[in-house]
């Protein structure tokens, strides 16, 4: 089991960056997919991005590709998100998520319903 607490949420211009973090309070991220999720008023959580246990490969949704990076430190604990270039359609509440999965696992996943363990959350929001 994992406690997950993210921050690093902001009110910024159009254009500007933030980073967020997710860190473990209890328990170790290692032996997890990590993934960042965002819910906007009245919609869907939907995918952002996730990164294997290993760290060796992410995948990011079509909308943040090349602007967001996904990154860990499994000594640290935490799991990062980059997020360069932000636009008001970014502006959301952004969660982490824990996957278990095997060691070994090469693939992340992008529903939802495969993370077993959630952060509560952290507001980001892009003025225009």
């Known amino acids: 089991q994992v406690q997950l607490v993210e ?3 902001d009110l910024v211009q159009a254009g500007g960056s933030l980073r967020l973090s997710c860190a473990a309070s209890r ?3 290692s032996s997890y997919t990590m993934g960042w999720f965002r819910q ?22 079509a909308s943040v590709n090349g602007r967001f990076t996904v990154s860990r430190d499994n000594a640290k604990n935490t799991v990062y998100l980059q997020m360069n270039s ?11 998520g824990a996957d278990a999965v095997p ?3 090469s693939y992340v996943h992008r529903l939802k319903g495969e993370y077993e363990y959630w952060g509560q959350g952290t507001q980001v929001t892009v003025s225009s």
Do not use: H, M, N, Q
């Open 40 to 61: 906007a008023p009245g919609k869907e959580r939907e995918f952002v991005a996730a990164i294997t246990r290993s760290g060796l490969k992410s995948e990011y949704v």
């Open 103 to 105: 060691w070994y696992t």
């Open 86 to 96: 932000l636009t008001p359609e970014d502006t959301a509440v952004y969660f982490c």
């Open 27 to 29: 328990g170790t991220i």
């Open 7 to 9: 921050s690093g949420g």
